[in-house]
């Protein structure tokens, strides 16, 4: 009697284990051993520096524009028209609505890296052949200067 419940229990068991849902596919699939540590947990579409998240107000912050206009006037106007005109580096015209805000915060204060890393950087290094400057923007100067490029591209 005591191996005939053996083999029922076992038999139970083992019918569980075969209708046991798919485990999640973070459990069953394997790691990407090409990819280092920083791609697998990286948005792409956000570049690579320290802004990992940008929260947008509307209405635009108008003391941020105008702070935004002022470091434009100072660090970016000689390469950077507010239209689609590229003198040195790509006119601004769109960019708010093509990159997103943690992508365009990268590219201002981690300008280095993002060109030696990041795709959607090279291909602008490519179309432009020459190297953005570091102009060693703080993150609050680069929110501010989001700001002043989301007015520039007709937000209010």
């Known amino acids: 009697?005591?191996?005939?419940?053996?083999?029922?229990?076992?038999?139970?068991?083992?019918?569980?284990?075969?209708c046991a849902p798919d485990k999640p596919a973070s459990i069953t699939e394997k790691p990407d051993l090409n990819k280092s540590?920083?791609?697998?947990?990286?948005?792409?579409?956000?570049?690579i520096g320290a802004v990992k998240k940008v929260t947008l107000n509307t209405p635009l912050?108008?003391?941020?524009?105008?702070?935004?206009?002022a470091i434009y006037e100072m660090k970016c106007l000689s390469c950077h028209k507010l239209d689609e005109t590229r003198?040195?580096?790509?006119g601004w015209k769109n960019i708010?609505?093509?990159?997103?805000?943690?992508?365009?915060?990268?590219?201002?204060?981690?300008?280095?890296?993002?060109?030696?890393?990041?795709p959607e950087a090279q291909k602008l290094l490519e179309l432009c052949l020459m190297r953005m400057?570091?102009?060693?923007?703080s993150?609050?100067?680069?929110?501010?200067?989001?700001?002043?490029?989301?007015?520039?591209d007709g937000e209010k």
Not at 1 to 18: D, H, N, P, Q, R
Not at 37 to 47: F, R, S
Not at 61 to 68: L, P, V, Y
Not at 133 to 137: E, G
Request: charge should be negative; proline fraction near 5%.
């Open 37 to 47: 540590a920083v791609e697998a947990i990286t948005d792409p579409t956000k570049g």
């Open 133 to 137: 400057p570091n102009q060693n923007v």
């Open 61 to 69: 912050e108008q003391d941020r524009i105008k702070r935004g206009l």
């Open 87 to 90: 003198i040195v580096g790509p």
């Open 1 to 18: 009697m005591t191996t005939a419940k053996y083999l029922i229990g076992a038999s139970v068991a083992a019918l569980m284990l075969a």
């Open 96 to 118: 708010t609505k093509n990159r997103k805000p943690e992508w365009i915060m990268n590219m201002i204060t981690n300008v280095d890296v993002m060109l030696d890393q990041d």
């Open 139 to 152: 993150i609050g100067d680069a929110r501010d200067i989001l700001e002043f490029m989301r007015q520039n």
